[in-house]
């Protein structure tokens, strides 16, 4: 079983025997015995790379039913030796693991020297795929994920705001409503005197949105859509931070959580405008799998939080 998993998580024999120290021909003869046993194929060899067979999908999602309830019983394990060993396995985008974590984690690392923890930096799709199959515990996001299979511990609110770069002419038209990184940092932003910029100012602007499913992505077309205009996307990116960066550099304009501005240095090629809508306002949270065991050092890192 594990020898298959390998080779499908490489989608390569060549690969996946490299990584479990054995010769390639040995693998292989230990993959066709399973299938053997199988009584089907479970990879299709003819493409490249090579695919699984629909048996094939059906054998690794069982064995990753049971890879979760083989890691919920060790989590079990690692109880009993309060927290004195064990494991503690978070993953987020590039700036939460940059930014908001490490003070989370500063306490229960403090206290608890004993406990690995494993950081694991993906997009968000990524990441909540592997919080699904069991090999992350928790996942930091401000996305929005089913409640019918996680739950979830919310850290903070999270407010969207657009940040434009200070080249842009259009800031011109709207000045009274722009915000420097430093009225950001203070929560400016937040005071209900200060009021949120018409939207509809900036729809001939050049736009740098995140790929679509994405939760900023989503939240931003409906932002713009309210405001009767259709963003022009370029590019299309990954992490916002990317978007921040890029629109640091005069390409364009990024929607921006204020967590992200309070947690980086100050932007001086920026100013950033407060937005009236309800998709602005979302939660950063912790994610876990529901009806899964967590463990005693997950729990005790919720606990501090």
Not at 181 to 192: F, N, P, V, W, Y
Request: glycine share 4%; proline share 4%; hydrophobic share 40%.
């Amino acid at each position: 079983m594990r020898y298959v998993y390998e080779v499908y998580k490489e989608m390569s024999f060549s690969r996946a025997a490299k990584n479990l120290f054995i010769s390639q021909p040995s693998l292989s003869a230990a993959v066709k015995k399973e299938e053997e046993k199988v009584g089907s194929q479970i990879f299709e060899r003819s493409t490249n790379p090579i695919q699984l067979t629909e048996i094939g999908q059906e054998y690794i999602r069982s064995v990753e039913r049971l890879m979760d309830v083989e890691n919920s019983f060790a989590n079990y394990i690692s109880d009993l030796a309060e927290l004195k060993n064990g494991s503690l396995s978070i993953g987020g985008t590039n700036f939460f693991i940059s930014y908001v974590l490490p003070p989370l984690l500063s306490r229960f690392t403090a206290l608890y020297p004993l406990i690995h923890i494993r950081l694991v930096k993906a997009t968000t799709s990524e990441l909540t795929e592997k919080l699904n199959t069991g090999s992350l515990d928790l996942l930091l996001d401000n996305s929005v994920l089913g409640p019918e299979i996680y739950d979830r511990k919310t850290i903070r609110e999270e407010h969207l705001l657009i940040a434009v770069p200070v080249s842009f002419s259009t800031n011109n038209q709207v000045k009274q409503y722009a915000l420097t990184a430093a009225d950001i940092k203070r929560g400016t932003h937040l005071d209900s005197s200060v009021a949120p910029v018409p939207m509809g100012a900036f729809q001939n602007d050049p736009f740098l949105l995140l790929h679509e499913q994405n939760d900023t992505r989503e939240r931003a077309m409906n932002i713009c859509r309210e405001s009767h205009f259709t963003p022009q996307i370029w590019p299309e990116l990954d992490q916002q931070i990317t978007a921040y960066n890029l629109a640091c550099y005069g390409m364009g304009i990024a929607f921006i959580g204020d967590s992200l501005v309070q947690n980086v240095p100050e932007a001086k090629n920026l100013l950033f405008y407060k937005l009236d809508n309800r998709e602005a306002v979302r939660k950063v949270s912790l994610y876990y799998k529901r009806n899964r065991y967590l463990s005693k050092a997950v729990t005790t890192f919720m606990d501090m939080i």
